[in-house]
Nanobody, 124 residues
Framework: EVQLVESGGGSVQAGGSLRLSCTAS????????IGWYRQAPGNECDLVSS??????TYADSVKGRFTISQDNAKNAVYLQMNNVKPDDTGVYYC???????????????????WGQGTQVTVSS
């Protein structure tokens, strides 16, 4: 059985930092596309960042503040969130797929594997 488990969410003040982790069992992140999606309150669920074989992507809203990284030895992917803003608030989901990820949850939801999500709350 494949399981993705996120951790590291919490409450933080604007300007602070958080580090999200996603670990997998029953599935190897090597050669896969792994992404972090954000479901913000009242908004769509969109891809925030992704990584595949060292190639990374970022949504414009997080460029320069978030960094995605991968540790194949630990079968883990991380999202370092610096200088967070209230708009970063939401549930962050880790997703993995052998094929390129869609930019939104609606189209990606039926493909690959998903974690249960971790809540990030940024206060002003």
């Amino acid at each position: 059985e494949v399981q993705l488990v996120e951790s590291g969410g919490g409450s933080v003040q604007a300007g602070g930092s958080l580090r999200l982790s996603c670990t997998a069992s029953g599935f190897t992140f090597d050669d896969s596309y792994i992404g972090w999606y954000r479901q913000a309150p009242g908004n769509e669920c969109d891809l925030v960042s992704s990584i595949n074989d060292g190639f990374t992507t970022y949504a414009d809203s997080v460029k320069g503040r978030f960094t995605i990284s991968q540790d194949n030895a630990k079968n883990a992917v991380y999202l370092q969130m610096n200088n967070v803003k209230p708009d970063d608030t939401g549930v962050y989901y880790c997703a993995a797929d052998p094929t390129p990820l869609h930019n939104d949850c609606k189209h990606q939801r039926d493909f690959g594997y998903w974690g249960q999500g971790t809540q990030v709350t940024v206060s002003s």
